[in-house]
Structure formats: structure tokens, C-alpha cells
């Protein structure tokens, strides 16, 4: 087993307004990188041997973003709001069953 249990990576790359390609912070990504990490946090499930919330640069997903993936299985997921990253958190996350309806 690795250090963590599982670890999740939410792309924040912000490419600009005028930028050719859309990118996941203008979607806010870095506010649900905030959200997941505050409630992982919350529910005593940080550290090692636990769960990893970290923020990346671009993961070039951009077309079908916001985008986060979770290792160790290489799952990639997209996500709304709060709502749909509970559910990551919930079935995955926590429960280690990959949410279908998010999956890119």
C-alpha cells in the first residue's frame, strides 16, 4: 500500500479569459479543490494511510473539465458543484465505488 490510501488531484490551470482552450479554474475548480480538502479534513480522514487532496496544474482534460483524477486507480472524474464532489468523496473517496455519471 502507498502512502495514502487514495489521492485526489483537481487540475486549478487558468489559461485566462481570452485563452483558446477552456480551463478548468474558470469553472471553479479551485474552490471545489478547497471544499473537498476542508471536508476530508473535516471528516478525520487526512494524512497517511487516509486521503490526499492536492491541486495540480493542467491535467489536459481541458474539453471535458473541470477535471480531477483519483490514484491509485487512475480514475477521472468531472464535477458541478458541491453536490457532485460529496459523491466522489462518499462512493470513491471513502467507499472506493467509482461514481459513473462523472466519469470523463
Not at 34 to 55: E, F, H, W
Request: net charge negative; aromatic share 8%; proline share 3%.
Amino acid at each position: 500500500m502507498g502512502y495514502y490510501k487514495r489521492h485526489i488531484f483537481f487540475c486549478v490551470n487558468d489559461r485566462g479569459c481570452n485563452a483558446d482552450r477552456p480551463c478548468c479554474a474558470q469553472c471553479g475548480s479551485q474552490e471545489m479543490r478547497d471544499y473537498a480538502k476542508a471536508k476530508i479534513k473535516g471528516m478525520g480522514l487526512s494524512g497517511q494511510g487516509n486521503i490526499r487532496v492536492n491541486q495540480a496544474g493542467c491535467l489536459d482534460r481541458c474539453e471535458e473539465g473541470p477535471a480531477c483524477v483519483v490514484y491509485p486507480e487512475g480514475t477521472w472524474y468531472t464535477f458541478i458543484d458541491e453536490s457532485d464532489v460529496d459523491e466522489i468523496i462518499e462512493s470513491h473517496l471513502v467507499n472506493g465505488k467509482i461514481v459513473d455519471r462523472l466519469l470523463i
